[in-house]
């Protein structure tokens, strides 16, 4: 018997554990070389330099008007407006990093490279910690024992992580869907610490004393003026805020694009268009959504064509959603709340598996242990 392709979300009792394997999709030859080429000849792979320098101008220009703000606000709570808003700035300025890694934004590789590392560093992330594990997730999208992005961190994607928690976890893990959001407030200041852990572990690092030397330059620029002239309770507020807003925007923007979608057996071998469309999905809403999620609603095109810049994700989508449909090949889109419920809904499911194995689920549903 093949194993179910999409968890079931409703009803009692634990999510049992199932794992898609090759059998489930049916092999669909030279899709991928075939789509790739309507791309390419639709001159979508094509660089959007003004799209960019249009997208960059904005975000300097929202960043001065929070510098001017700042300054002239003084010793006020209404602070922490400015500092919601630099939160929201610097996840933009995340988008642009994670564009140019992608070498979406310049011609040549490394001088994508060189752009991502600034940018990275600019927010306080390690450049090179997020290329790492970003590129094993691209190779391999939720596939178990390859894709960092599923591997447990508080939050337990796989039913096996949540069965082993314990603890303080363990009682996380139980709620973990109803409790994902507030702890994205805490995503921020962990993004910080594993770019830290990963600088100043013993592996080596292209780039070790460039990255550490941009990311204390900014935490020196940003916190030195804010401990400086605001009274220490405020600016302790200020401080966390920013890092609440900054990690619930990223968490966000990046949680509806995977989770709850197919997982993949670590063994499987699926063909390059298939794993990437199957376990990826899509946020309807057009060019505010693009805005607001910095091009990552079109996961499905972003997946099969990583370098394409933003602004042609759209028309792409129409070419491959196209295909989809000639060969029956699913395609996942929704809204953005719907996202949200289907990740809150997952997890929770995943999280049974923390349940006490003697508790009853119908009981449970009714309050009853």
């Not at 590129?135 to 508080?154: A, F, L, Q």
């Not at 949540?162 to 869907?177: F, V």
Request: net charge positive; glycine share 8%.
């Amino acid at each position: 018997m093949s194993a179910t392709l999409t968890p079931q979300l409703s009803g009692p009792g634990p999510l049992i554990p199932t794992r898609a394997r090759a059998e489930d999709f049916p092999p669909i030859g030279m899709t991928y070389r075939s789509v790739s080429q309507v791309v390419r000849e639709s001159g979508l792979l094509r660089r959007a330099y003004w799209f960019y320098i249009s997208v960059a101008a904005l975000i300097a220009a929202a960043l001065g008007g929070a510098i001017t703000g700042f300054i002239l606000l003084g010793e006020s709570w209404f602070q922490l407006l400015i500092a919601a808003a630099l939160g929201l700035i610097f996840t933009q300025i995340a988008f642009l990093a994670h564009e140019a890694a992608h070498r979406q934004i310049l011609t040549l590789g490394p001088a994508n490279d060189r752009l991502a590392r600034i940018l990275a560093g600019a927010i306080g992330m390690s450049y090179s910690w997020w290329d790492s594990k970003h590129s094993r997730h691209h190779s391999n999208p939720n596939r178990v024992g390859k894709d960092p992005d599923i591997e447990i961190d508080t939050i337990s994607f796989l039913e096996e992580d949540a069965l082993q928690a314990r603890g303080l976890r363990r009682a996380i893990t139980r709620k973990q869907g109803y409790l994902f959001f507030p702890l994205l407030t805490l995503e921020g200041l962990n993004l910080h610490a594993h770019s830290f852990r990963y600088l100043l572990g013993k592996q080596p690092v292209k780039g070790r004393w460039l990255e550490l030397a941009i990311i204390l330059t900014r935490f020196a620029l940003l916190l030195v003026p804010i401990f400086w002239l605001l009274p220490i309770g405020m600016a302790f507020a200020f401080v966390g805020v920013q890092l609440a807003v900054f990690g619930v925007y990223m968490g966000a923007s990046f949680a509806p694009n995977h989770k709850g979608m197919p997982v993949i057996a670590h063994d499987a071998k699926l063909d390059f268009f298939t794993k990437q469309v199957r376990t990826s999905r899509n946020i309807r809403g057009g060019w505010w959504a693009t805005a607001l999620m910095g091009g990552l609603n079109y996961q499905v095109e972003h997946h099969l064509f990583p370098s394409m810049p933003r602004p042609f994700l759209a028309k792409a989508r129409v070419i491959v959603r196209e295909r989809c449909e000639q060969l029956d090949i699913p395609y996942t889109e929704t809204s953005l709340l719907r996202s949200y419920a289907i990740v809150i809904e997952y997890l929770n499911r995943v999280g049974l598996a923390a349940r006490d194995p003697f508790a009853c689920p119908i009981a449970a549903q009714y309050g009853r242990r």
